[in-house]
């Protein structure tokens, strides 16, 4: 079936650019998405793009989509304590269900 | 109206007892879609409602999961005879379609002793 791959942690120093990183197999894709999971609450949506996008940019939010190589990355600029959370990518394509990767958590130090 | 609600917000339960989760999505929501994040896990989906199609049941992890979606609305999971490896956050999301945002429960954190 399809996948969506991330890895599990990430650590940035605050100020610093976060660039968190996806793969996915479904060269069918249509949309891809990046949500949010703060610490005890539930996930929320980010950001989501369209396949016939490379990049979107919202505030401190850059999203780069390289379809070739089926690679979905979120930059946060600026990183700050509050970003501290769980990334998931997810994607929505040929299994007409969205799929989410398993998260990557961000922790940021001082 | 309100977002996707689910109870209970925690069950404890004893190994071999069966229990059932409720999900109640956000109203004209015809997507609905049940996950498991398991402690220091990622998210795990389990099965998913579109409309009147069948349910995708492919992540369900074995035969004793089960849920039903009753009249297109709420949605209940049940898990039979409960092991404590099925220990974990049921989360249950609804969207407007297959494309649109997800809207997460708070979800249901269960613990079987």
């Known amino acids: 079936g399809e996948d969506v791959e991330q890895s599990l942690f990430l650590s940035v120093r605050e100020g610093d650019s976060s660039v968190i990183n996806c793969t996915y197999t479904?060269?069918?894709?249509?949309?891809l998405y990046w949500y949010k999971q703060e610490p005890g609450a539930g996930l929320q949506l980010l950001t989501y793009?369209?396949?016939?996008?490379d990049m979107k940019q919202d505030q401190r939010l850059t999203v780069l989509l390289n379809k070739k190589d089926k690679h979905l990355s979120l930059r946060i600029a600026d990183t700050q304590t509050g970003d501290s959370a769980i990334y998931f990518c997810?994607?929505?394509?040929?299994?007409?269900?969205?799929?989410f990767g398993s998260g990557t958590r961000l922790s940021i130090r001082p | 109206g309100a977002g996707v609600s689910q109870s209970p917000s925690n069950k404890v339960t004893e190994k071999g007892k069966d229990v059932e989760l409720r999900c109640d999505p956000i109203?004209?929501?015809?997507?609905l879609y049940w996950y498991r994040q398991s402690l220091g896990q990622g998210l795990e989906f389990l099965i998913y409602?579109?409309?009147?199609?069948?349910?995708?049941k492919s992540g369900l992890p074995s035969d004793r999961f089960s849920a039903e979606r009753t009249g297109g609305s709420v949605s209940t999971l049940t898990i039979q005879r409960t092991q404590q490896e099925d220990s974990a956050v049921y989360l249950c999301?609804?969207?407007?379609?297959?494309?649109?945002?997800?809207?997460f429960g708070p979800g249901t954190r269960l613990t079987v002793l």
């Open positions: 409602f579109q409309g009147n199609s069948a349910p995708d």
């Open positions: 479904d060269s069918s894709s249509t949309y």
């Open positions: 793009i369209f396949s016939n996008m």
């Open positions: 997810a994607e929505y394509g040929s299994a007409s269900k969205i799929i």
């Open positions: 109203s004209g929501h015809t997507a």
């Open positions: 999301a609804s969207s407007a379609s297959a494309t649109d945002t997800q809207y």
